[in-house]
């Protein structure tokens, strides 16, 4: 049975110069925002102008987001109690706004689908071989070891699969496809105020990500190892998903071209490598002062 035999609290404190309790203070300010409060009508009017190929594009793109939401939603847990298993109380305060707002991020996606594409039945025919690799494969499997093996290895394993590749390129290049597609045509206003706010949020989960990250490597430099070879596996359907989703049109819609998308996530993919590697050989001091101006300049 587990007992606590000391708190943080009442003997060292809580250590509010962090990083995660810097990313907590961050999101009690930012990540407070209210997905019922977003104004979709003129996203309505919006969606009725669209021709079918643009509404299948729109359509996909959210079915992609919708059940990624809810995925990270669902299998976030498991890390959560590892760091709380450790006695990490600053992280874990960190997390619990973490969780929260992907559940939040779940619940915009939804209100988008009921109100502005008119619920749609069943999407999961959006979700192809690569996407199914790893939202329906990798990411619960990765996160759910945690439960039977903590192990530091597991927690880069599993950080790097969520914060690295799902958030860090795959959400990120999801934003970029948002801009190029809807605010680069002025169109639904509210849906990019949400996607706006929704990649705020993700840029402190992802700087959370490579704290995590950096602080195992800088413990134990095998793990750089471990980091590096789960980005290279990963990258490989992660690319996947962006190919194989602009292979089903012919030309694609509002212009996309592919090699712009999966261009841009080699881009975030390489400076997410670039950050962990300064992990190698860093103190946990060291650590800190780089998360801290990450964290100050919105540069996860
Ligand atoms: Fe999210
Ligand atoms: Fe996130």
Not at 104 to 116: A, G, P, W, Y
Not at 131 to 154: C, G, T, V, W
Not at 195 to 209: F, N
């Amino acid at each position: 049975m587990l007992s606590h035999q000391t708190f943080a609290t009442t003997t060292r404190g809580l250590r509010r110069d962090t990083p995660p309790m810097k990313l907590f203070e961050k999101a009690k300010r930012y990540g407070i925002w209210n997905p019922s409060d977003i104004d979709l009508s003129q996203d309505q009017q919006d969606w009725r102008k669209l021709s079918d190929e643009e509404r299948d594009v729109i359509l996909r793109l959210t079915a992609v987001f919708q059940s990624g939401e809810e995925a990270v939603t669902l299998d976030l847990l498991p890390l959560i109690m590892t760091v709380a298993q450790e006695g990490r109380i600053e992280e874990e305060m960190f997390l619990t706004s973490f969780l929260w707002e992907e559940a939040k991020h779940t619940d915009f996606f939804n209100r988008f689908l009921i109100e502005v594409a008119g619920a749609p039945a069943d999407l999961s025919r959006y979700h192809l071989d690569n996407y199914r690799s790893i939202f329906y494969e990798a990411l619960p499997q990765a996160l759910s070891r945690l439960k039977d093996d903590p192990s530091p290895a597991a927690q880069v394993q599993a950080s790097v699969t969520y914060n690295m590749i799902v958030e860090g390129v795959l959400a990120e290049t999801g934003y970029h496809v948002y801009h190029t597609t809807l605010r680069d045509n002025h169109l639904m206003p509210g849906t990019m105020r949400a996607v706006d706010l929704l990649k705020q949020d993700e840029s402190r989960h992802i700087a959370y990500g490579i704290y995590l990250i950096s602080r195992l490597i800088a413990s134990d430099d095998s793990l750089w190892d471990v980091a590096e070879s789960a980005m290279n596996a990963l990258m490989i359907p992660a690319v996947g998903i962006i190919t194989e989703a602009f292979a089903c049109y012919d030309p694609v819609p509002f212009g996309l071209q592919v090699d712009d998308f999966a261009n841009y996530a080699m881009m975030q993919f390489q400076k997410r490598v670039a950050r962990l590697e300064k992990a190698r050989g860093a103190s946990l001091d060291d650590i800190a002062r780089v998360t801290q101006e990450a964290i100050d300049a919105n540069d996860a």
